[in-house]
């Protein structure tokens, strides 16, 4: 059983659950977005992992689900689990963490604390007035677009894998992605569908596809790459690295023909590169041009 038929049999107990966050509604005007995140030592970052990163990425994963929604941050809570005292650590760890929080405006409001191996489960709340962005609105004939770059993260992670120390910029992104909170806000009333992409683009936009009943066709020439990641793909011609690496925490998302004069003011605005990858079709799945391989994205289970 994967992670996602776990889910489906044993928690989908048609309330809501399947999207980045779970909506609910206050009025008629807004709906409240919640989401939660854990990060195990060891399954999501390396144990030398300094304590000022692991702050950072357990608050933006919860970001960048919240961005995926169009949400603007609320509050979050944090439930720590740690296997000793050590305030070094903790001094940094607050510190990285409560500068993160202040810049996206979010506040800490509650949480708890256990002794354990090292996780951080962190549950955010956010709130969208009218529309949150969501999984399944996409619509044939929609472009789908990604933001940023991918594949970067993924190809840090492999390098560390076998010991090699990956460049100052694929650190970051690995360690620091940053939430795309003003692009999922940006995106309102604009974009059809939504999706921060955690697990890699082909399994991440695989979920739109499902869950809006639609298909897609995609070309990797297309994908919008860092001159490291093109490299190591003309060297290695691993494509698999950007479409199923994870860890990106770009949105990838998707507009009608109508809107895309808008995606142009966003881009200028926010001043991010915003790529159209592909479109989606009446078919079934999602085909990739140009990929000869299967890839597998990362799934838990
Ligand atoms: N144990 C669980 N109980 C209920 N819902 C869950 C559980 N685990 C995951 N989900 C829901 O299943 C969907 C898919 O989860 P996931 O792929 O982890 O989302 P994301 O990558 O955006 O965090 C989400 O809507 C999530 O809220
Ligand atoms: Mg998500």
């Known amino acids: 059983m994967t992670e996602f038929e ?12 399947g999207d980045d966050c779970a909506l609910i509604e206050v009025d008629a005007h807004q709906q ?18 300094n304590a000022h990163d692991i702050a950072y990425k357990a608050l933006a994963v919860n970001l960048s689900d919240l961005s995926a929604m169009g949400a603007t941050p609320l509050y979050f809570t944090l439930a720590l689990t740690l296997p000793a005292m050590n305030e070094k650590w903790l001094q940094d760890f607050s510190c990285t963490l409560k500068t993160l929080a ?31 962005l ?31 120390i990956p460049s100052i910029d694929l ?11 003003k692009l999922g806000q940006s995106l309102l009333g604009v974009a059809n569908s939504c999706i921060d992409i955690s697990d890699g683009l082909q399994q991440d936009l695989s979920h739109i596809l499902t869950r809006s009943k639609v298909g897609a066709t995609i070309n990797v020439d297309a994908l919008p790459l860092s001159n490291e990641v093109t490299q190591h793909i003309n060297n290695t011609d691993d494509w698999c690295i950007a479409l199923a690496g994870g860890d990106d925490y770009e949105l990838c998302f998707t507009v009608s023909k109508a809107q895309l004069d808008s995606i142009q003011s966003i881009e200028k605005e926010l001043g991010i590169v915003l790529t159209k ?15 000869n391989e299967t890839c597998q994205s990362y799934r838990h289970f």
């Not at 409240?32 to 992992?49: C, M, N, S």
């Not at 090292?118 to 549950?123: E, G, R």
């Not at 650190?171 to 909170?181: A, G, H, I, Y």
Request: charged content about 20%.
């Open 102 to 132: 202040q810049t996206y405006n979010i506040r800490l409001v509650g949480g708890d604390t256990t002794k354990g191996a090292l996780s951080i489960t962190i549950n955010a709340t956010g709130v969208v007035k009218c529309q949150a």
């Open 6 to 17: 776990l889910i489906e049999r044993y928690f989908d107990w048609g309330e809501g659950i």
């Open 277 to 291: 990858i592909g479109m989606i079709t009446n078919g079934q799945g999602l085909i990739i041009k140009g990929l």
């Open 32 to 49: 409240l977005v919640a989401t939660v995140d854990t990060l195990i030592e060891g399954v999501h970052f390396p144990k030398e992992t």
């Open 134 to 164: 969501m999984r399944s609105g996409a619509k044939v004939g929609d472009s789908i677009f990604v933001s940023n770059t991918i594949g970067d993260a993924a190809l840090a992670w492999q390098q560390m894998q076998v010991q090699e």
């Open 171 to 181: 650190l970051k992104q690995f360690n620091r992605p940053e939430p795309q909170v």
